[in-house]
């Protein structure tokens, strides 16, 4: 890199030597004019100075052009590309950067001092006029001490402690050869080498890099409660014990504070499940702990929400006419299909008509739903499909169903063409058709399991066959037409049935993969919408909710619980050897390189700096030409 | 008006001339072809024929005496023959090295060797004293003026002794002749004139003012008059053995005007002082040198 210059192909460069060939050729003929005799040479001294002279400049531009032109044909197939400013930013003096392990792995009883006393000991050892910097990491990278002093760097290792996050190796080597930016250095990695600290991350460390591993060790054993299932009659434990000895424990059931349960075993190597005596509640906060000295402390105890998770809203939009239309028998079996019975479902239908869902003084709903099925279309004017199709776009799902009583063109103007729904005119069957899967793989199709072959028996008498564009067919009827198309619009899912969903043309309401069906369909459409209750420690979930980087039970503000655990994976403190942790840092270096030469020949495509060398050449070689002919 | 067939031309043609072995059947080759040229000599009465009577005078060889007309006239009159004018010829050769120069068959030195030769028989043929001294720096080697049998032999052996000498020093032997000149004779100066103008004009002006009569020869190469050069070379001074990188495209002009300069300063300075001077080049001729001779002889004798 020259200048914030670099090369795509930087051997070519070597090609540059070849401008010594004009030089020498010029400097040799110079020696080598041949010798001719003559009576007398002083008139030929007497050529006028300033003529001699212009010559010789001639002469010497003329050189430079030729020089100048094979150095111009070197950088052009070099394939040259300006770097940014910061990347292009040369940073002379070394460093060496600590970076420490700080997951929950390194918590064990006597472990943090020798990690500790071994990162002190690599900022001692940093070779002199090294800057030295200390990043400690678990699932997330933070500089503590930056590049400088080894003094700031030495506080800096004696404040770290370990929390309760797993490990995420490659992202905390990223983070320290950014902080070594372009500069040549090292990394100094503190750690009990867990091997499941190379799971994920995606961070990648600089080629010119050296990683260096001292390895903090790891406790001989550890017992950690890894899963809390539930069971009609009692509640299950899952225990994983690493090492390669038994142990013995004490397993206890807690439920808001209560204790339900406790059970001594004795817990061989690997997983073991513990049923405990009592079922869960239906409601309340879990907590199942076992006991462990020796351990990793924040493993012994696993929390579990009881509380039946709120059902997602479903705005059902169904569309205007007679009260004889197929929309309201529709509608009547969507509900039901969506809240069986008097107990709360997953889901919670609401019913608008379309005029009213475009209306300007439409009501406002509750709470945003989660998706929306818009039965038939008719009535929905300009205001309503410009709602629903922003509701989409943001990530919503809707299910569109193309009943006989659909209104095509208002439909397609619902994404003002793109996509085109596609809905074609109605079919009646003499011999009714049936529903077949296309994508066995899809969310949908996988939900429903082995009822997805049980969509076949359906009978179709009545369909609106559907041309799939630029969708994905995920269901056709027998008689080969889409049945079900996916589409994407903006972030979020759009599908589209050709059929109605009452019982006027078709008995799909009354086989027992109609409910599935819709709750898999919904389900997926919803998914964007569905907030998670239960969290592992360093997740970001998605809305205001502050978690801390503590296991336990979160009140999330809006009335509900949320709980954190630990990462099960982090309890396994397995190791992987120095050597192959070394070439897992070498796979990433390679990455790097890639990622490297990927983006620079990105960057070079879009600068093409080539094509002006090019030019610049033959704008070059022209006036060789045009000074070499004077020169005759 | 003499004129030369090309037969006869063929003879005086120097790259014909050269190729001939023996320097005396050079010389007599050019003579003869040049005379054969002439039909109608304007320059009879030269050579050995009887030039005019004088009255005999106490001394006069009884040998001399024209019986016959004593027998007419009862008076003694001696005959005046050609050899009688007493004239001294002095050839002056240069034999430096810039004279070994040639850009096709003939060098200036072998042009020079074969005019000299060609002169020195004419003279002999005329029945003039004639000597030669070959010089460069100095006097390389001389015979002295005589007209006795062998002379011409001898001018002969020391022309074909005559090689590229050193550096050229044009005015030394004018200098030298000009002191030794007892007499008034015809100085023949056959040379390329590459040495300081200014001394060699001083000298030659030296042998006008002791009343020699002074016939420059300056011979030249085509290539020294034409400059026909194109590719890029270095030229090597043959006297200095100095050199000078030349791209002939860009000098050709400058070299040109400073020869043509120098040849004008010689036309002009020497027609000045008396000097009949005249430019040859190697390819000339040798007719054009032997009229020269004879024009400036027949001028002053």
């Known amino acids: 890199m020259f200048f914030g210059l670099s090369f795509l192909v930087p051997a070519f460069l070597v090609g540059g030597l070849a401008a010594l060939v004009p030089l020498v050729l010029h400097l040799r003929r110079r020696e080598r004019l041949p010798r001719l005799p003559f009576s007398d040479i002083r008139f030929l001294r007497g050529v006028p100075l300033e003529q001699a002279r212009r010559r010789r400049l001639r002469e010497w531009l003329l050189l430079a052009l030729r020089v100048a032109a094979v150095l111009l044909f070197a950088l052009t197939f070099a394939r040259p590309f300006l770097n940014d400013t910061d990347d292009a930013a040369f940073a002379s003096q070394s460093a060496t950067v600590v970076l420490i392990d700080t997951s929950f792995s390194m918590s064990a009883p006597a472990q943090l001092a020798p990690a500790r006393a071994l990162a002190l000991e690599a900022i001692d050892a940093a070779p002199d006029g090294h800057l030295v910097g200390v990043v400690a990491f678990d699932t997330r990278p933070r500089v503590v001490a930056e590049l400088g002093e080894r003094r700031a760097a030495r506080s800096a290792v004696e404040a770290v402690t370990p929390g309760a996050r797993g490990t995420r190796y490659a992202d905390g080597l990223a983070a320290a050869g950014a902080m070594i930016g372009t500069r040549d250095g090292r990394i100094v990695v503190v750690t009990d080498l867990q091997a499941g600290g190379w799971h994920a991350g995606d961070g990648l460390v600089p080629p010119r890099v050296d990683v260096i591993v001292r390895d903090a060790g790891r406790p001989d054993g550890n017992l950690a409660i890894v899963a809390v299932e539930s069971a009609p009659t009692q509640t299950l434990a899952v225990l994983f014990r690493a090492g390669t000895v038994s142990d013995d424990t004490t397993v206890s059931l807690w439920v808001d504070d209560v204790l339900l349960a406790e059970v001594a075993v004795t817990v061989e190597p690997g997983h073991t499940t513990v049923p405990l005596p009592v079922p869960l509640p239906e409601a309340g906060v879990a907590i199942v702990s076992v006991t462990d000295g020796a351990g990793y402390g924040v493993d012994d105890r696993r929390y579990r929400l009881l509380d039946p998770p709120e059902p997602t809203p479903v705005l059902i939009v169904v569309g205007g006419g007679g009260a004889d239309d197929g929309d309201t028998d529709a509608v009547f079996y969507l509900q039901r299909a969506l809240a069986p019975g008097e107990s709360a479902g997953p889901f919670l239908p609401e019913v608008v008509r379309a005029e009213a869902y475009g209306a300007p003084t439409s009501i406002e709903l509750g709470s945003r739903p989660g998706a929306v099925v818009l039965a038939g279309g008719r009535g929905l004017g300009r205001r309503g499909r410009e709602r629903l199709a922003t509701f989409v776009r943001a990530g919503g799902g809707l299910l569109v169903v193309g009943g006989h009583t659909a209104d095509p063109g208002g439909l397609d103007d619902l994404f003002a063409g793109e996509p085109e729904l596609g809905l074609g005119a109605p079919l009646t069957y003499r011999e009714p058709v049936g529903l077949m899967s296309q994508d066995p793989r899809h969310p949908i199709m996988r939900g429903l399991g082995g009822l997805a072959g049980a969509l076949g028996q359906t009978r179709f008498s009545r369909t609106r066959p559907l041309r799939a564009g630029d969708g994905t067919v995920l269901a056709r009827f027998s008689d080969g037409n889409p049945a079900l198309v996916e589409h994407s619009v903006g972030a979020g899912r759009l599908l589209v049935f050709g059929a109605d969903l009452g019982a006027g043309g078709s008995d799909f309401p009354r086989r027992a993969t109609f409910v599935p069906f819709l709750h898999e369909t919904l389900t997926y459409l919803s998914s964007n919408a569905t907030r998670p209750r239960e969290f592992i420690v360093g997740d970001s979930p998605v809305g205001t909710v502050a978690l801390t980087d503590a296991p336990g039970v979160v009140d999330a503000g809006d009335g509900r619980r949320l709980v954190v655990n630990v990462d099960p994976r982090e309890s396994d403190p397995t190791a992987v050897t120095p050597e192959q942790f070394v070439a897992a840092v070498g796979t990433l270096s390679r990455a790097a390189e890639r990622q490297e030469r990927d983006a620079a020949r990105a960057r070079e495509s879009g600068q093409q700096l080539w094509r002006v060398l090019l030019m610049l050449m033959i704008v070059v070689l022209v006036a060789e030409g045009l000074l070499g002919r004077r020169m005759v | ?301």
């Open chain 2, 1 to 301: 008006m003499a004129s030369i067939t090309g037969r006869e031309r063929s003879f005086l043609d120097p790259a014909v001339v050269a190729r001939i072995g023996s320097l005396e059947l050079i010389a007599r080759t050019i003579v003869e072809g040049f005379f054969a040229g002439l039909h109608r000599s304007p320059f009879k009465g030269f050579s050995v024929e009887f030039s005019e009577y004088r009255p005999y005078l106490p001394g006069d060889a009884p040998s001399t005496i024209d019986w016959k007309l004593f027998a007419r006239s009862d008076r003694h009159y001696v005959k005046k023959f050609e050899q009688e004018t007493n004239l001294e010829c002095h050839l002056l050769l240069d034999v430096s090295a810039s004279m070994g120069y040639a850009s096709h068959a003939v060098s200036k030195l072998r042009f020079g060797v074969c005019l000299a030769a060609a002169l020195a028989y004419l003279m002999h043929r005329q029945r003039d004293a004639v000597g030669l001294t070959l010089f460069d720096d100095h006097v390389v080697d001389s015979v002295p003026v005589g007209t006795r049998g062998g002379q011409l032999r001898a001018l002969l052996a020391g022309l074909s002794r005559a090689s590229p000498g050193t550096r050229s020093d044009v005015q030394m032997p004018l200098h030298q002749l000009a002191a030794r000149l007892t007499r008034r004779g015809l100085v023949v100066l056959i040379s390329d004139l590459l040495d300081d103008p200014a001394g060699i004009i001083e000298g030659l002006k030296h042998l006008r003012f002791q009343g020699s009569e002074v016939l420059v020869l300056q011979t030249l190469d085509p290539a020294e008059l034409t400059f026909p050069f194109d590719q890029p070379a270095r030229f090597e001074d043959l006297e200095t053995a100095d050199a000078v990188p030349v791209v002939p495209a860009q000098v050709r002009a400058h070299y040109l005007d400073r020869m043509g300069s120098l040849s004008e300063r010689y036309r002009r300075e020497l027609g000045r002082a008396g000097v009949d001077y005249h430019q040859l080049d190697t390819a000339t001729p040798f007719d054009t040198a032997l009229r020269a001779y004879l024009s400036t002889r027949a001028r002053r004798w």
